[in-house]
C-alpha cells in the first residue's frame, strides 16, 4: 500500500467529537456501537474508511458528509483508519485513531441506522413496519410480520443486477416505494425495518446454498430464544412467487458468512 503519511493538521476537541483537520470522528454513540465519520476531502481522490480489531478489517468507501458506521466486532480496541487513493488501488493514510468500544449489551451493534442501513423513522417503510408489529408481544412476532411482508411484496430486480458499480449502496426508501430490488436491497430493507422496531439485526454477505453468485440476507436475534437466527428474504420471496413454501428459519450452517454489518 504505498508510502504511509500521517497528516495531523489541526486539532479540536468538540465534546467527544474530535477534529482533525479535515477529519472529524464522532464517538458519542460508541455505547451503542456506532462511530461518526466525516473527512472532508479537498481534492477529487476516493477516500476510504478502514476499521480494524483483532486482525480484521472493515473497509468502507466514504464522502464529505457525516456517515455512521458499525463497530460490530464486539467491544475492545477499534483502530479507525481514513485513506486517500494515490493512483490506480493504491490509498495513503491520512489520519488513525484508536477507539475503544464497550457496549453493555454488544448488540446494540446490529440495532441502529449505518452507512450499509440508513434509516430514519420519517420514512414510509419505517413507517410500515412500525404499522406491521402494533399488537406484536415478541420479537419472534415482529419478524414474522416484517418477513411476510418483504417477501409477498419485494420483487428480484433482475436488470439492476448487470449496472452495479463497486460503491453501490442501498436505498431503503426507494426500494420500499418501487418494491424490487436485488439481495442487498432485500437484506438491508429488512435489516432497518426490523431495527427500527427494537429487533437487533444483522446484513451478512458471503454464499448461500443454491445461489451461485455473492449473497445477501440477515441474521436476525430473537430475545425470547437467546438466540440469533438466518432468514433469506430474497430466496423465500423466490419461493412465494412460484407457488412453493418458504421456511423462514434457515440452516445458518449452509450459510458461508464473509461479512457481517
Same mark, same amino acid.
Given at each position: ?8 493538521? !489541526? !486539532? ?11 477529519? &472529524? ?25 478502514? =476499521? ?40 495513503? &493514510? &491520512? ?5 475503544? +468500544? ?43 410480520? !416484517? ?39 432485500? +437484506? ?10 427494537? =429487533? ?10 443454491? &445461489? ?22 430474497? =430466496?423465500?420471496?423466490?419461493? !412465494? ?21
Amino acid at each position: 500500500m504505498g508510502k504511509r503519511v500521517l497528516f495531523i493538521l !489541526i !486539532i479540536f476537541i468538540l465534546s467527544t467529537s474530535n477534529v482533525f483537520g479535515q477529519a &472529524v470522528i464522532d464517538t458519542n454513540a460508541l455505547e451503542q456501537g456506532i462511530i461518526g465519520v466525516q473527512y472532508n476531502n479537498n481534492s477529487s481522490n476516493r477516500t476510504k474508511l478502514m =476499521v480494524e480489531k483483532d486482525g480484521n478489517k472493515y473497509t468502507y468507501n466514504i464522502n464529505g458528509i457525516q456517515e455512521n458506521f458499525s463497530l460490530q466486532m464486539g467491544n475492545g480496541n477499534y483502530k479507525i483508519s481514513l485513506l486517500e487513493n494515490t493512483e490506480g488501488n493504491k490509498y495513503r &493514510v &491520512v489520519y488513525n485513531e484508536t477507539v475503544v +468500544a464497550s457496549m453493555q449489551n454488544e448488540n446494540n451493534a446490529f440495532t441502529g441506522s449505518v452507512q450499509m442501513i440508513k434509516w430514519d423513522t420519517s420514512m414510509k417503510a419505517i413507517k410500515k413496519a412500525q404499522e406491521l408489529v402494533q399488537g406484536a408481544k415478541t420479537d419472534e412476532e415482529k419478524l414474522e410480520s !416484517i418477513y411476510q411482508y418483504v417477501i409477498s411484496n419485494v420483487t428480484y430486480d433482475y436488470e439492476k443486477i448487470s449496472g452495479l458499480t463497486s460503491d453501490y449502496l442501498p436505498e431503503i426508501e426507494k426500494i420500499y416505494q418501487e418494491n424490487k430490488g436485488i439481495c442487498y436491497d432485500y +437484506a438491508a430493507l429488512v435489516a432497518a425495518m426490523l431495527r427500527s422496531v427494537g =429487533v437487533p439485526t444483522k446484513l451478512v454477505m458471503g454464499y448461500a446454498p443454491d &445461489v451461485k453468485e455473492y449473497h445477501a440476507w440477515n441474521e436476525v436475534y430473537l430475545e425470547s430464544k437467546g438466540q440469533w437466527i438466518t432468514i433469506d428474504t430474497t =430466496v423465500d420471496a423466490q419461493y !412465494i412467487k412460484a407457488n412453493q413454501e418458504a421456511n423462514m428459519k434457515k440452516n445458518s450452517n449452509l450459510y458461508n458468512k464473509v461479512k457481517e454489518y
